[in-house]
């Protein structure tokens, strides 16, 4: 059985720092690319940040270029997003993804995604 579990959400004031953290088990982790999106209320999902498998490509919205970064760690089986000079637009729950796909491949869309973590809330506060 395949599990994603976030961690690291929280209440934040804008203009600080978060690291998300998503375990994953019951799949071969370096199979799978995997993925960052969020959701707030009344919105929809929304894409956020992608790796390939060996973690040596990645993709992100341009909302949050320069600001978020994405990576993992094969040997832990956990991907991470780095998140810095957050802005209270960007409070929401945060779900990771697990996409089986080519070794170069960052998945941007929702569809290309196999399993999907609970989520972990973020609050940015002004």
């Known amino acids: 059985q395949v599990q994603l579990v976030e961690s690291g959400g929280g209440l934040v004031q804008a203009g600080g720092s978060l690291r998300l953290s998503c375990a994953a088990a019951?799949?071969?982790?370096?199979?799978?690319?995997m993925g960052w999106f969020r959701q707030a209320p009344g919105n929809e999902r929304e894409f956020v940040a992608a790796i390939s498998r060996s973690g040596a490509y990645t993709y992100y919205a341009d909302s949050v270029k320069g600001r978020f970064t994405i990576s993992r760690d094969n040997a832990e089986n956990t991907v991470y997003l780095q998140m810095n000079s957050l802005k209270p637009e960007e409070t929401a729950f945060y779900y990771c993804a697990a996409g089986r796909s080519s070794y170069y491949h960052t998945p941007k869309l929702s569809g290309e995604y196999d399993y999907w973590g609970q989520g972990t809330q973020v609050t940015v506060s002004s």
């Open positions: 019951g799949l071969t982790f370096s199979n799978y690319a």
